[in-house]
């Protein structure tokens, strides 16, 4: 069944830009770590405007390509796409990954932020 692996392909990328854009996660395994100088952190934590997050901080403190690029859902997800591709030396249905991920992403937002509303 080789579509199963195209649609956990879709799921994964979907997985990380939820972590990435809409949780604390990364933050608060950085502090677990050790990384709050390295990231940040510390200027995180300490921000003004506490709706940003932490990759919205980045793009706010250090705009430049690659903070744009990570800070942003679908520019992400294309290359998040391209590495799982190339890491399995399979663009079969690249286009198709891309878009199927995306949406899983999009509709997942919408789900938080409507459960946001409600609190």
Do not use: Q
Not at 2 to 23: G, P, Q, S
């Amino acid at each position: 069944m080789w579509y199963l692996d195209y649609i956990n392909h879709c799921f994964f990328v979907a997985f990380i830009l939820i972590i990435w854009l809409k949780t604390e996660a990364f933050v608060e395994y950085a502090r677990l770590f050790g990384l709050s100088k390295l990231l940040e952190i510390d200027k995180f934590d300490n921000r003004t405007m506490y709706e940003l997050t932490y990759p919205a901080f980045l793009l706010v403190n250090h705009n430049n390509f690659l903070t744009r690029l990570i800070s942003c859902p679908i520019c992400l997800g294309v290359w998040l796409n391209i590495f799982v591709c190339l890491y399995f030396r399979d663009f079969t249905f690249f286009f198709i990954k891309i878009l199927i991920s995306l949406l899983l992403y999009f509709i997942v937002s919408v789900i938080i932020k409507k459960d946001l509303a409600h609190e």
